[in-house]
């Protein structure tokens, strides 16, 4: 890794606010799969992500559920999942212009890597895995750089846009119907496209890692161009 690398990344260690011990698992965390594609011997960071998507989930379950004594599981399901949806972890990547120091591939995938809402979601992921992994399984770092950018959508008015969107079509008997399909990724992941059909058009469209959340962001993005 070249000196200017180095000197990235231990800025993107101040904004996480948590200092590697092995300087290993924080660049695999900032390598996406089309840099490790082109690279030889180089980690990308779908393992990490895979393990800080299962600790994300826990952590934010368990402060779920004592900051909301009296919520159902129903309840507190639906904020969980919107708290670790795509939609807010990148909002948290751009809040602190984190995605910059991912490495990514070569061309035109560099401009659209660094422009997708998963791939930021999957950084997000990816450094809370590192983190958990370079402390040894102790999960204390990880839960300040969790609440560090998640704490302002605790309260946050958790909208069921899918409701919002059906009670809107059906109030101006506008035909509306979502049909959802798997796709493959650029880094062969399975992904879900959700098209809203409007009066039997395309309206919007919605990615997600599942049928829930590209549903949820396609009637979202219609909520914030027609409802809101």
């Known amino acids: 890794m070249t000196s200017e690398n180095n000197c990235n990344l231990s800025d993107a260690e101040r904004i996480i606010g948590y200092s590697f011990k092995d300087k290993s698992l924080l660049v ?20 990490l992500e895979f393990l800080g998507d299962a600790v ?40 602190y212009d984190l995605i910059k120091y991912l490495r990514v591939g070569s061309g035109q995938v560099s401009d659209e890597v660094k422009c997708s809402e998963n791939v930021k979601c999957d950084l997000f992921e990816a450094i809370v895995g590192a983190i958990v992994l370079d402390c040894k399984g102790d ?30 079509c059906a109030k101006k008997h506008l ?14 992941k399975i992904i879900f496209i959700s098209k809203l059909f409007v009066s039997e058009k395309v309206a919007t469209e919605g990615t997600g890692k599942s049928k829930h959340t590209a549903e949820r962001e396609a009637c979202r993005i219609f909520y914030d161009k027609f409802i809101r």
């Open 175 to 188: 035909p509306c119907k979502i049909e959802t399909e798997k796709s493959l990724s650029e880094n062969k």
């Open 56 to 95: 994300l989930g826990y952590i934010v379950g368990a402060r779920l559920f004592s900051y909301y004594p009296s919520a159902n599981e129903g309840e507190l399901s639906k904020r969980r999942a919107f708290m670790v949806s795509a939609e807010i972890l990148s909002k948290v990547i751009d809040k």
């Open 139 to 168: 999960f204390t770092y990880a839960k300040e750089f969790i609440w560090k950018g998640l704490e302002l959508f605790l309260d946050f008015n958790n909208i069921d846009y899918k409701s919002k969107t059906l009670e809107y």
């Open 28 to 47: 695999a965390a900032f390598t996406h799969s089309s840099y490790a594609n082109e690279h030889k011997n180089v980690s990308d960071y779908q393992r």
